[in-house]
């Protein structure tokens, strides 16, 4: 239970149950429960959605959604893909590139990076047929991923909650975490579920590899990007071949 409630209070504004630091290895546990945060998250907002949908028509609703999207995970996500986007365009070498990450201010390439993710999926949010399977498998999938990439690829800094997470995570919370997508997935789209989940990966461990040729390793703000890259491109997905 610990790991769980970890793994809440890490990703979203859960209350905070557990009123201390946890240990890293609690940290790393909590991995494997990331795309169940992704599940509670993915009815929360259809929730959002539905009762906005009884007052406003559905763009606003799709705003609200999206609104309440960015609230109840504090950004998290967003700032590491911003952060990414400066990191990764901004700087010339490996070095600076991660000097630019860490650096709080935010660049033009993050600025113009959130703009176009928060668009896509606005858009896909508010034109989208089949909204609770694309918000429920967006949120959950892009969970997944980062589990998958925190385990396969190295990270690229000595310190940071990162590297504690990284260092902690074993085969079994890669494992949960796909019993828990691939469950998840199965229940919204039978054998299609499989093929998000597949695409899913893809995008994980492609954007990973990107990054590794500029970086000597992962960052957390790369974990972030994966999420956030994998959570739009299921939103627009549903939009493009709906279910």
């Known amino acids: 239970m610990t790991s769980i409630i970890a793994a809440f209070q890490f990703l979203t504004i859960f209350p905070a149950l557990i009123k201390r630091m946890f240990t890293p290895q609690e940290m790393g546990r909590a991995v494997g429960w990331f795309p169940l945060v992704g599940v509670v ?4 907002l259809f929730d959002v959605n539905y009762a906005a949908r009884l ?11 999206l609104s ?3 609230i109840f995970t504090r950004a998290f996500h967003l700032d590491g893909f911003m952060d990414t986007c400066d990191g990764l365009f901004g700087g010339f070498t490996p070095e600076r590139r991660l000097e630019i ?8 390439f993050g600025v113009a990076g959130g703009i176009l993710v928060l668009l896509i999926e606005y858009s896909a949010l508010s034109s989208t047929t089949n909204l609770f399977p694309s918000i429920l498998l967006a949120a959950t999938l892009g969970r997944w991923a980062s589990p998958l990439v925190i385990y396969a690829f190295p990270y690229a800094r000595e310190d940071g909650l990162g590297i504690e997470m990284k260092r902690n995570v074993r085969w079994q919370e890669v494992v949960v975490s796909t019993l828990i997508a691939g469950i998840t997935a199965w229940v919204m789209l039978g054998w299609l579920g499989f093929v998000f989940m597949l695409g899913a990966a893809a995008v994980g461990f492609l954007t990973s590899l990107y990054a590794m040729r500029l970086l000597p390793g992962l960052t957390g703000d790369i974990y972030g990007t994966v999420t956030i890259l994998v959570e739009m491109l299921i939103l627009a997905a549903f939009t493009a071949f709906p279910t």
């Open 41 to 44: 998250l993915g009815f929360s």
């Open 55 to 65: 007052v406003f028509p559905p763009t606003v609703a799709a705003a609200l959604t």
């Open 68 to 70: 309440a999207w960015i």
């Open 101 to 108: 990450m860490k650096d709080s201010r935010m660049g033009a």
